[in-house]
C-alpha cells in the first residue's frame, strides 16, 4: 500500500519523505525500518524519531520539531494512536478463515447454528445452546448445554463454556479459560465439607473480551456478570456472583473472591486481589498487587495491601524506608535524655 | 414444589403466610421474589427480612425477632443453611446427563470402563485405564495411560490427567485443570539446566474436588498427595511431592512450591504462597496473600508476607500507618533536646 | 539391574554392602527401601544416612563420615545429583510411545509432518503448519495456522499454540499452556476500549520447556521471545513483547507485564510480578513474591513490593517488627522529655 493511500485511510496529511513508496507492514519507533510504518504518539519516545528508518510515521502536529530524516513521511494526524492501529490493520489483515461446521465437531441434535457459523474439529456443542450468527467456535472449545452465544463472538480454541452461561455480541474468549465452573462454597459439618449447590450462571455482556486460561464462575443464585465492552486479561479468578460494571479492566492474574461489585470503568491492575462482598467504586484505580478488603471510593486510587490511598501509602513506605536510621536517631536520643536527667 | 413439602423435605417447621403457595425456585434474601424461598443464616443480613418478598424463608428460632411480612411463610429449623442447601437442591435438581460413551471419544484398548460411566466427545483414555462406575470423563478430557480413576468421579471438559495418576472415588476435578504434569526442577551443569525426571505420580483421595485450571504436579519420586475431603479452588498451582492432608482448604490462585506438608483441616485464603519444606499445622488459618516462608502452629492464624502471628502483623501494620506522623514528631523531639542541652 | 551395573553407568564407585544386589527403583534417602538407590547430596540430610533402609546411595567423598549400614553400598562419585539423576531415568525409563499420527486428528492439507512424529487423537494441525522429525503433539492439543515446530518436540494433551508461532528444537510445552494469545492493549476512546490489533507472534528457542496452564502473549508488533534453555513453570503470564533471555527460569504465577527485557541466566521465583518495559539485569534473582516496578541491576538479589536489595528490604522488615515496641519507648521520651522542660 502507497504512503499516499495509507495516509487518505488513516486520516492523515503526509509531509516529507517519498510518498510513492510502497508500506508492507508495522512496527514500533525503535525497530522501524524501509518500507515499515510506525508511530509517534509518546513524548518519551521523540529521541527516536531522528534516527528512525521507517518509510512513515504517524505523528500529531504538538510533536513535531527538530531533525526528520530525510526519507521520512510524517503522517501528521490528531490521534496517531488510533490512525497508527487502523494502519496496523490494513497492512497486517486478518487472515479469512473458513466459515464452516467442521464434520469432526459435535454438535447436539437440539442446538442451533446461526448463519455463517464457523465450528472447529472437535468442537462440541451441547443441548439445547444457541451459536449466533457470524460467531466462531474454534478447534476443542467445548459449549455446554443450555448456553446462548451471541452474533460475531470469537471463541478460541479448548475454552470451556459450562451449562447455562449467556454470551452477548461481539463476545471474544481466548483459549483455555473456563466459564460457569462452579463457584467455591462449602458448609463444613460433621467433619466433611459439605458442597453448596451452584445452579446459577455467568452473563457476559456484549464486546466484553477474556484472556486466556482465566477462570468465570457461576453464581451460586443468580449469576456472575460481565458488563458491556469490559476487558478482563489473562489468568484472572473472577468468583460467584461478582458484578463487573461496563468498561472495566481487570490485569493478568487479579483474584476476586465472591460477591463484589466493581464499578464501571474501574481498572484493576496486576495480580490485585478482592476480598469478598467489596465494592470498588466507579473509575477506581486499583494498582498492581494491591489487596482490597474493603470498599474503594469511586475515582479513587488506592495501593498496598490492605489498600490504602495511593499516596498514604507512598508516604508508609518511604517512612519505613528510613525506619532503620529512625532507630539509631532514637538510641542516641536515649542516651542525650539520660544524660540530661543524671 | 409446595411450601409444606419442601419444608418436610428439608426439615422445617413452617410458621405463617400460605404453606399452600407452590415454590419454584431459590434466591437470596435481597432478591428473592413471591414463588421463591430464600434463608436467613447470618444476622448481618437480618434487616432484609422485613422487606422480603419470597414466599418462604429458613430461620433459626433465634433469629426470629420483630416484623415478618405476612406473605411470608418462615421455614423454621435448626440448622438454615443446611436446610436450604437441601431446599436448593430439590427446586433445581442436577439436569439428568445422558450416561454413554461418546463413538466420538477415544479409549485405548486396554482401558476399562465400569458401569454407567458417561464418557463424553473427543474425550480420550489411554492405556491400561481404569474408569469406576458412575464416573464422568466429560467432553475433551484427556486421561493419561494407567491413571486408576474411582467411582461416582466427575471430570469436567479439557481437563488433563496425566499418566499413573490415581483418584479414589466422588473426585470432581473441573475444567482445565492439569494434574500430574512434571515438577519444575532442574540441575544447572555446564551452562544449561538439565531436567530432573519426574517419575512419581499425583494421588487424590477420595471426596477431593479441584477448581478449574489449577494444577498440580506430580512427584520427582513418590507421590503429591490430596487428602480426603479436601477442596481446592481455581488457578491454584500445587507442586511436586506436597502432601494435602484432609478437609484442607486451598482458596484461589494459591501457590505451595514442593514437599510441603499441609495438615488436616487447613485454610489457605486467596493467593497465599507457601514456599519449599513447608509445614503448616493442623487447623492453622493462612489469611489472603501471605508468604508464607516458615513452619506454622497447629491452630494458628498467621498473615503478611513473610506470615507472621495475625495479632503481631496487624499491630505492626497500626504502627507502620502511624509511621510518617512519628517521624515529625521525633523532628520536634530532637530540636527539644538540642535546646535542653545548650 | 545391579547395583555393579548402575554405578559404571552412572560414574560411581560402589563401596561396601552387596553389590550383586538388584535394584529397583530410586526413592530419597528418607522413604528408601531395600531393593531402591537413594543420594545424599545435601549435608542436610546427613543424618538420614545411618538409618538409611536403601541397599545404594550415591555419595561424594567429602560427605562420607561416621555409621553407615552394614547393607547399603555407596555409590561414590564427584557429582552425586547428576549420577543419581541417570540412575531415575534407568530405573524409570520413560514408557515408549507409539509414535503415528492418530486416524482421530485434524491435520490440514498444508501441513507438513516430518518423520516419527506422533500426533495424538483429536489434535488438531492448522494450515501451513510445520511439525518436525520426532516431535509429539499430544491429544487435544490445538496447533494454529503457520506455527513452526522443530524436532523432538513435545506438546502436551489440549496445550494450545496460536497462529505464527515458532518453536525450536526439544521444547516442551505441558498442558493447558496457551501459547500466542493476543496481548492485552486498548485505546480508550468514545466510552469504549478499542482493541490494539496483535499481529505479532511468539518465538520459542531451543530447549525450553513451559509448565502448565501458562500463557505467552504474542507480540502486538514483532515478537515475544523466549531464549535458549528458559525454563517456565506454571500458570505464568509473560505478556506481549517480553524478550525472555538465555537459561532464565521463572518460577510458578510469575507475571510479567509487557516489553520487560529479562537477562540470560535470571531467576524469578515464585508468583513475582514486573511491570510494563522493566529491565532485569542477568544472573540477578527476583525473591518470591516480590513486586519489581524498576530496572534491576545484573546480579543483584532483591525482595519486597517494591522490590529493593534483599539486605535493606530485611532490614526494614527487621524494623518494622520492632516499630510498635519503639513507639512505646517514644511516649516515655515524651514524658521524660517535659519532665525535664519543666
Known sequence: MLITELAQ????????????????????IMSARPHQVTVLSDGKYKKYLKGCQASACFIAEALIDGDVPAGLTLLVCKDPEMSFLSAVKALHPEPVLDRQVSRQAAIADTAKLGSNVLIGPFASIGQHSIVGAGSTVDAGARIGNHVSIGTNCRIHPNAVIYDNTVLGDNVIIHSGSIIGADGFGYKYRDNQHVKVPHV?????????????NTCIDRGALGSTRIGWGSKIDNLVQLGHNNTVGKNVIVCGQCGISGSCEIGDGAILAGSVGVADHVKIGTRAVVMARSGVSQDIEPGSQVWGSPAKDRKMAWRELAALAKLPEL???IKQFESRLSKLEE
Open 327 to 329: 532507630m539509631q536517631k
Open 9 to 28: 485511510l488513516c486520516d492523515a496529511t503526509p509531509r516529507g519523505g517519498d510518498t510513492s513508496i510502497s508500506l508492507q507492514s508495522a512496527a514500533d
Open 200 to 212: 446459577g450462571n455467568v452473563i457476559i455482556e456484549d464486546n466484553v473480551e477474556i484472556g486466556a
